[in-house]
């Protein structure tokens, strides 16, 4: 198959292949998505097939509009206060499906669905034309690091899906949180840009059990640390910024050829002779550049050590660091040990 780049002059010619059954990726503000047609289970089936990922886990309903969401799902009143103080935007929302209108496919056998509607008008133009929502995991094989520049969706998917709706790099960087508003109170099932601090003036105390998604995808066999996001070296957090002179020390030490995943004020400390990849400035760039950054050592596989920057888990710190954590196994430096 031919894997064809659309843009806005050719975005109808995407909404066809949507509407015909076909797996076209999509730009959000968050990554990007590999989007098919979310009433036909056929379709949806090719893009797990797609992305290597077990058919079990439920996928993202991603709309043009809220109207569409009230075809497939009650809308509670506090879920439509969501949606008009943070649609579009990176705010995922699980409520209850009307039953038999979205196939078992899609809500993984659940009586719930998650809603998006995602900021990048391209697309929701795309979803408009098609005329029916599309399911929107990450545009990442299964494990990888997201895609957030229609280059890694190429990378990933080239060959494999019909199309890829391009739309430059994506802004936020780390998906969108998700909470679920059929229980009480309402949880956050994954961090991103909106934090609980912002929703919890609308509905109330949040509970933030970060472990739910994904918790189908927990190690199997003992000993065998759960990656996602992972790139092919292993990743190793740097903690605090005081402890980059010994974590290089110990990286060196290991003779295993290292690089460095950091934002410029401590790239600027680090000797030239280090292969680094630059997070940008302060936390908002190196959550936009993190997967970049992650895909960036996988193009240069004489690295199989990564030392890489964390943040302090408040606000997008939260999000940047649930990646940073999955994609290390939770690996850290430990300046006592060393
Ligand atoms: O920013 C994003 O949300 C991106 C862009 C492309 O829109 N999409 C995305 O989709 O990250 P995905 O499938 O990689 O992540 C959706 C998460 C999954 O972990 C899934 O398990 C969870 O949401 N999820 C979906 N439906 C659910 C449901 N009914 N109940 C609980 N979790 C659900
Ligand atoms: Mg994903």
């Known amino acids: 198959m031919e894997t064809k780049l659309f843009d806005r002059d050719t975005v109808a010619t995407a909404a066809q292949l949507i509407a015909a059954g076909e797996v076209v990726a999509f730009p959000t503000e968050t990554v990007y998505g ?11 089936l090719k893009v797990y097939a797609a992305k290597h990922r077990p058919a079990d886990n439920p996928l993202i309903v991603t709309v043009a509009d809220p109207a569409m969401v009230a075809r497939f799902a009650t809308i509670t009143p506090a879920a439509q206060q969501l949606m008009d103080q943070f649609w ?42 098609a005329d029916r929502p599309i399911v929107g995991p990450s545009a990442n094989l299964s494990g990888k690091p997201s895609g ?14 019909a ?17 679920d508003m059929t229980v009480q109170p309402p949880a956050i099932l994954r961090p991103g840009e909106v934090t609980p601090e912002m929703l919890e003036p609308l509905v109330g105390e949040v509970a933030t ?11 199997k066999a003992p000993g065998m640390k759960y990656k996602h996001y992972a790139p092919t070296a292993q990743v190793v957090i740097v903690d605090h910024p005081a402890d ?21 004020p401590v790239l600027m400390t680090l000797p030239a002779a280090v292969p680094t990849y630059s997070l940008g400035a302060d936390l908002p760039a190196a959550a936009r550049n993190l997967f970049a950054g992650l895909r960036w050592f996988d193009l240069h596989p004489t690295v199989t ?28 430096f430990n300046p006592d040990e060393n």
């Open 34 to 44: 590999l989007g098919a047609d979310a009433t036909d289970p056929q379709a949806a």
């Open 88 to 129: 579009p935007g990176p705010l995922t929302i699980i409520l209850p499906v009307l039953p038999g209108r979205l196939s078992k496919v899609v809500t993984g056998g659940l009586d719930t669905a998650a809603f998006r509607m995602p900021a990048n008008a391209l697309t929701r133009e795309m979803i408009r034309l």
């Open 148 to 161: 957030t520049r229609p280059e890694h969706v190429l990378h990933d998917f080239d060959g494999a899906i």
């Open 163 to 179: 199309g890829i709706l391009a739309d430059g790099p994506t802004q936020v960087g780390v998906e969108s949180t998700v909470i």
């Open 209 to 219: 059990d970060h472990h739910k998604v994904g918790a189908k995808e927990t190690p």
């Open 244 to 264: 980059w002179p010994q974590a290089l020390k110990w990286a060196a030490a290991r003779q295993q050829p290292f690089g460095v995943l950091a934002t410029d």
């Open 305 to 332: 050590l990564i030392l890489a920057e964390a943040f302090a888990p408040t606000g997008l710190g939260v999000a940047y660091m649930n990646r940073l954590l999955k994609s290390a196994g939770n690996e850290h």
